[in-house]
């Protein structure tokens, strides 16, 4: 069964750094993309990082260029999103899932929540 577990979330203030954790298991973690989502309140859910399964792809949402760095270690099933130069408009619960398009599993995790202070 499908578990994604996240992690690393917090308040800090504008200017502030955090680093986000996604632990996998339940499928071959190698073998798949990985993205971070996010969702604040009365928004949509909204892509914000992406990473190949070797991590040679990725790709970063508009919004967080320059300023979040996605990673993965394959031999620890995890995926990472370090957070630099928070800004009030990241505020949102952060997501993993699989997948470079779309989410492709069905199950999602409980997400961590940033909230970013100005």
């Known amino acids: 069964q499908v578990q994604l577990v996240e992690s690393g979330g917090g308040l800090v203030q504008r200017g502030g750094s955090l680093r986000l954790s996604c632990a996998a298991s339940?499928?071959?973690?190698?073998?798949?993309?990985m993205t971070w989502y996010r969702q604040a309140p009365g928004h949509e859910r909204e892509l914000v990082a992406r990473?190949?399964?070797?991590?040679?792809?990725?790709d970063y949402a508009d919004s967080v260029k320059g300023r979040f760095t996605i990673s993965r270690d394959n031999a620890k099933n995890t995926v990472y999103l370090q957070m630099n130069s928070l800004k009030p408009e990241d505020t949102a619960l952060y997501y993993c899932n699989g997948g470079w398009t779309t989410a492709i599993f069905d199950s999602w995790g409980q997400g961590t929540q940033v909230t970013v202070s100005s």
């Open positions: 990473i190949s399964s070797t991590g040679r792809n990725i």
């Open positions: 339940g499928f071959e973690f190698s073998n798949y993309a």
